[in-house]
Nanobody, 126 residues
Framework: VQLQASGGGLVQAGGSLRLSCVAS????????MGWFRQAPGKEREFVVG????????SYADSVKGRFTISRDNAKNTVFLQMNSLKPEDTATYYC????????????????????WGQGTLVTVSS
């Protein structure tokens, strides 16, 4: 499956952005989906995941209450709504597809994600 992430950009602190990740090649409903991010000079980290069923989500503590993941299987698209953005949210955001974890579960581990998008840069100014 090929993943194309978009929606990044420059925003002021407190602002919002919505990232999209469009899948092609295979049906998105066969995969759990996740967003990870990598800030300059730091390791890539888990942000949020959603199960194949769509019924389970998991958030990193740093984004809980501010970010929301959703999926539209009919459009083969996953969204990440980011509100109340902070300068520390500045990073390249990657979407990824997980075909290994159970139908109702999510994973925070990169090794579970088989396919990755190219990343979209989010810059939050103070």
């Amino acid at each position: 499956v090929q993943l194309q992430a978009s929606g990044g950009g420059l925003v002021q602190a407190g602002g919002s952005l919505r990232l999209s990740c469009v899948a092609s090649g295979r049906t998105l409903s066969n995969y759990g989906m996740g967003w990870f991010r990598q800030a300059p000079g730091k390791e890539r980290e888990f942000v949020v995941g959603i199960s194949r069923s769509g019924s389970s989500t998991s958030y990193a503590d740093s984004v809980k209450g501010r970010f929301t993941i959703s999926r539209d299987n009919a459009k083969n698209t996953v969204f990440l709504q980011m509100n109340s953005l902070k300068p520390e949210d500045t990073a390249t955001y990657y979407c990824a597809a997980d075909g290994l974890t159970g139908y109702f579960a999510t994973s925070r581990f990169e090794r579970q994600y088989e396919y990755w998008g190219q990343g979209t840069l989010v810059t939050v100014s103070s």
